[in-house]
């Protein structure tokens, strides 16, 4: 090979050197940004600038992508009435709110693997994909810079129904279990007469990291800073009210689900439901938005208020020129609270949907669904029923009941742009814990609601701090503490206090030791990877040659391999194949080193029994067709790359073994490079 000369840079003696901050808090998480740089300073004053934009329209919704900054919904407009149902921010004016510096409001930004997305004001790489049905995907990829997690977003629209459907792609392309949440963040301009809501079970809401609880939506102690029990016990105070947006009246001033209420910035993020749907709703416009995903695996449900007073207004000036304050109506999958990690495994990945649709005349919704939002309100003995439907209803049922006996019911269409709103008075002694109203297409129901059948959801308790490690009672309780603090990517408080004093008290812990093991390791410190690594392995291995778990096999596989020790890295994930929870990354990891080795029908056969495990693992199915290749088999090969790429569009390696297309962001040419460099594919490596 050539020689190849590397530029050294050293900083002249006029520039500062670099300075990377370890401890920095942001959203209650690390702040570390290496290798990003961190902007700083905003431009003070404005300048026309075009950018990229795609465009989704069908007969009722318009929405705007920006790939250009994260991916971005720019406009979600209600061709119905003409409604904006996400903030419409008309300048593009950050502020230094981001991880890295630049963000700005409006729209609807997606999060992860932690808050305000490192990435949020960088481009993403773009595919649009038409289906068979008439809908379309705009498909906006992006890795993350700090984690080379992979993850991607499609927002999609189906002709004939008013909803946007968000599929989101989370792909852990390393070789490391890594954390990660995924916060949804929708904005909507709101005033004095918008008010967000949740399912009718949700009692009580907390802030950020569980710091503080109160009722919802009337805030039954202080909040924030905020004495809502007083203000609703006394009013609030002359000097107290806002400048903007002045409540009139119509509501308890302890009440939360009003943006006018709460007069400092403020998060509560809901802490039960077993309701799918929640929103925002602006009762001088008469028209909304309802958020809908699966709550078993999508729990966090979320508002957050710069405040109405002049703080919120001074940063209502700093976000935008003339379109007003905003709040977030922020929905978490897989998270419940900020922060809230989960864990994904080497090469996992995890696909979910979103959908968000306007609503419209019928007020508040007390239940929602993908097909239709649902209101009841009594008021005076006159029950008010609102329907509004997502795609025409062409043969409806909607019924009135009073503990099982029909009252009213009403057959008709109901279509997108007409909801049905009726409102009727109620037989003397029916009250509203006796009624329910049903929604019901060709005799299947789509939506009930029943208010007295409501079962509120349990009160939780604040987060407490843990104890200092000295303190704590067990190993159990000191490795769980110390899991929390990695997983949580805690910024000021280090995991390996609570490890050591375990170590101290139990040399042997094995999983201590793992733990530890792999925290060395992605630090680089292979040597005490190592020890931990084989400590733990004696005690599991020393009653049992096939312990529970393989992780600290895996680990230490990894650990060898990074030494160039390969054979004993061979070794050691073969072990950890033993268990289920480790064969994907295992036989991934094995496939790997069988094409450093030139060994390519092993590699094939290694790659096929990870894809086995783990079907969405496209490194792995990449590297197949990597083995299929070097196995003359070019069509086999070919076949499987286009089955990746229907897959994943933008799948960086399996693009580029097809077609030599290479990323655009030179951090994305680097995971490539590297994905090239584990499989000792060296050649290519450099070329990239």
Known sequence: SAPVTIPTYEPGPAEPLPMFLENRVYQGSSGKVYPLPVIERIASEPCDRQWDAIHLENEFLRVMVLPQIGGRIHIGLDKTNGYDFFYRQNVIKPALVGLAGPWISGGVEFNWPQHHRPATFMPAEVSIERHADGSATVWCSQHDPLSHMKGMHGVCLHPGKAVIELKARLYNRTEEVQTF????????????????????????????????????PRSDRPYCGVDYPARAAHGVAEDEQPRCFRPDGSYPPDDLSWYANIPVPTSYMITATGGDFFGGYDHAAQAGVVHVANHYIAPGKKQWTWGNHEFGYNWDRCLTDDDGPYIELMAGVYTDNQPDFSFLAPGETRTFSQYWYPIRSIGVPQAASLEAALSLRVEGGVAQIGVCVTEEIANAHVALRNKGDLIAEWRESISVGEPLVRSLSLPTGVGENGLSVTLERDGLCLLRYAPGE????????????????????????????????????????????????????????ARVNTALGAWHLKRGEFGLAETHLRTAIERLTRRNPNPYDGEAYYQLGLTLRHQRRFDEAYTAFYKSTWNAAWRAPAYRALAELDARAGRWQQCLDHASRSLRFDADNLNALALRAVAMRRLNREEEAQAVLAEALRFDPLHAWSRHLLTGVLPDSGQDRLDLAFDYVRCGLLVEAIAV
């Open 181 to 216: 949440l995924w916060w949804a963040n929708v904005a909507t301009r709101v005033h004095e007469h918008y008010q967000s809501f949740f399912p009718p079970d949700v009692r009580f809401v907390a802030d950020h990291a569980k710091r503080a609880v109160t009722s919802f």
């Open 454 to 509: 409501v079962r509120p959801a349990p009160a939780p308790e604040a987060a407490t701090e843990p104890p200092a490690p000295a303190e704590v009672a067990s190993n159990d309780e000191l490795y769980l503490i110390a899991l929390h603090l990695e997983q949580y990517r805690h910024a000021t408080r280090s995991p390996e206090l609570y490890w050591r004093e375990a170590i101290r008290r139990d040399p042997g812990d």
